[in-house]
Protein backbone atom coordinates (compact mmCIF):
# COMPACT_ATOMS: atom_id res chain seq x y z
CA UNK A 1 0.00 0.00 0.00
CA UNK A 2 2.75 2.50 0.99
CA UNK A 3 4.94 1.88 -2.12
CA UNK A 4 1.55 2.59 -4.51
CA UNK A 5 1.16 5.81 -2.31
CA UNK A 6 5.22 6.76 -3.17
CA UNK A 7 5.08 5.85 -7.02
CA UNK A 8 1.79 7.78 -7.35
CA UNK A 9 4.15 10.54 -5.42
CA UNK A 10 6.62 10.49 -8.32
CA UNK A 11 3.73 10.11 -10.63
CA UNK A 12 2.35 13.51 -9.60
CA UNK A 13 6.27 14.92 -9.64
CA UNK A 14 6.69 13.56 -12.92
CA UNK A 15 3.50 14.04 -15.13
CA UNK A 16 1.40 16.42 -13.22
CA UNK A 17 3.98 19.30 -12.21
CA UNK A 18 6.50 18.01 -14.86
CA UNK A 19 9.25 18.52 -12.49
CA UNK A 20 11.85 16.54 -15.00
CA UNK A 21 11.35 19.86 -17.60
CA UNK A 22 12.70 22.35 -15.04
CA UNK A 23 16.17 23.96 -16.10
CA UNK A 24 17.97 25.55 -13.95
CA UNK A 25 21.74 26.99 -14.11
CA UNK A 26 22.96 25.34 -10.90
CA UNK A 27 22.44 22.66 -8.59
CA UNK A 28 21.01 24.50 -5.84
CA UNK A 29 18.55 26.30 -7.48
CA UNK A 30 16.98 23.08 -9.18
CA UNK A 31 16.81 21.23 -5.55
CA UNK A 32 15.17 24.41 -3.87
CA UNK A 33 12.26 24.39 -6.90
CA UNK A 34 11.61 20.46 -6.26
CA UNK A 35 11.43 21.03 -2.72
CA UNK A 36 8.52 23.66 -3.56
CA UNK A 37 7.55 21.01 -5.68
CA UNK A 38 6.99 18.36 -3.12
CA UNK A 39 4.68 20.63 -1.16
CA UNK A 40 2.96 20.72 -3.69
CA UNK A 41 2.72 16.95 -5.34
CA UNK A 42 1.76 16.38 -1.54
CA UNK A 43 -1.15 18.94 -1.56
CA UNK A 44 -2.51 17.26 -4.98
CA UNK A 45 -1.91 14.00 -3.02
CA UNK A 46 -4.06 14.99 0.29
CA UNK A 47 -7.01 16.82 -1.89
CA UNK A 48 -7.05 13.99 -4.19
CA UNK A 49 -7.33 10.93 -1.45
CA UNK A 50 -8.78 12.72 1.19
CA UNK A 51 -11.80 13.26 -1.22
CA UNK A 52 -12.14 9.77 -2.33
CA UNK A 53 -11.86 8.24 1.69
CA UNK A 54 -13.60 11.20 3.56
CA UNK A 55 -16.24 12.93 0.75
CA UNK A 56 -18.44 14.23 3.72
CA UNK A 57 -15.71 15.87 5.67
CA UNK A 58 -15.49 19.59 5.97
CA UNK A 59 -13.67 21.42 3.29
CA UNK A 60 -11.68 23.85 5.95
CA UNK A 61 -9.76 20.66 6.63
CA UNK A 62 -8.23 20.98 3.02
CA UNK A 63 -8.82 24.89 1.58
CA UNK A 64 -7.84 28.16 3.43
CA UNK A 65 -10.60 30.29 4.21
CA UNK A 66 -10.04 32.16 1.36
CA UNK A 67 -9.73 29.63 -0.98
CA UNK A 68 -13.28 28.47 -0.05
CA UNK A 69 -14.71 31.41 -0.26
CA UNK A 70 -13.59 32.33 -3.41
CA UNK A 71 -14.40 28.96 -4.92
CA UNK A 72 -17.94 29.11 -3.12
CA UNK A 73 -18.54 32.40 -5.36
CA UNK A 74 -17.35 30.58 -8.44
CA UNK A 75 -19.70 27.62 -7.96
CA UNK A 76 -22.70 29.73 -7.34
CA UNK A 77 -23.23 28.25 -3.94
CA UNK A 78 -22.00 27.35 -1.16
CA UNK A 79 -18.90 24.34 -1.22
CA UNK A 80 -19.56 22.73 2.03
CA UNK A 81 -17.57 18.97 2.15
CA UNK A 82 -14.45 17.76 0.82
CA UNK A 83 -15.67 15.88 -1.88
CA UNK A 84 -17.43 19.28 -3.26
CA UNK A 85 -14.78 21.34 -3.00
CA UNK A 86 -12.38 18.83 -4.95
CA UNK A 87 -15.04 18.17 -7.68
CA UNK A 88 -15.25 22.14 -8.05
CA UNK A 89 -11.30 22.57 -7.99
CA UNK A 90 -11.37 19.83 -10.86
CA UNK A 91 -13.72 21.41 -12.91
CA UNK A 92 -11.63 24.69 -12.88
CA UNK A 93 -9.34 22.54 -14.35
CA UNK A 94 -11.51 20.88 -17.01
CA UNK A 95 -12.93 17.76 -15.80
CA UNK A 96 -15.84 16.91 -17.17
CA UNK A 97 -18.42 14.39 -14.69
CA UNK A 98 -17.78 11.39 -15.96
CA UNK A 99 -17.60 7.26 -14.08
CA UNK A 100 -13.91 8.07 -13.16
CA UNK A 101 -13.50 10.32 -10.02
CA UNK A 102 -10.80 13.21 -11.26
CA UNK A 103 -7.20 12.57 -11.02
CA UNK A 104 -4.08 14.52 -10.11
CA UNK A 105 -3.32 15.79 -13.25
CA UNK A 106 -6.90 17.39 -13.12
CA UNK A 107 -6.56 18.55 -9.85
CA UNK A 108 -3.42 20.27 -10.29
CA UNK A 109 -4.60 22.26 -12.97
CA UNK A 110 -7.41 23.05 -10.89
CA UNK A 111 -5.65 23.68 -7.93
CA UNK A 112 -3.39 26.58 -9.76
CA UNK A 113 -6.54 28.27 -11.60
CA UNK A 114 -7.95 27.87 -8.03
CA UNK A 115 -4.77 30.09 -6.90
CA UNK A 116 -5.75 32.95 -9.12
CA UNK A 117 -9.26 33.30 -8.50
CA UNK A 118 -8.50 33.35 -5.18
CA UNK A 119 -5.96 35.97 -5.27
CA UNK A 120 -8.62 38.01 -7.48
CA UNK A 121 -11.53 37.28 -5.42
CA UNK A 122 -9.75 38.66 -2.66
CA UNK A 123 -8.42 41.67 -4.21
CA UNK A 124 -12.17 42.20 -5.65
CA UNK A 125 -13.63 42.19 -1.91
CA UNK A 126 -10.40 44.78 -0.67
CA UNK A 127 -11.88 47.30 -3.34
CA UNK A 128 -15.50 46.92 -1.77
CA UNK A 129 -14.10 47.52 1.29
CA UNK A 130 -12.10 50.27 0.40
CA UNK A 131 -14.73 51.83 -1.45
CA UNK A 132 -17.41 51.37 1.72
CA UNK A 133 -14.90 53.28 4.02
Not at 100 to 110: C, D, E, Y
Request: net charge positive; proline share 3%.
Amino acid sequence: MLRWRVERFHYTLKQGLRVERLQFDDARTLMNAVSAYRLVAWRLMVMTYYARLYPSRPCSEILSVEEHRALSAKANGSVQSVGEAVLEIAKLGGYRQSHAPPGVKVIWGGLYALQFLTMGFSLALSQKNMRQD
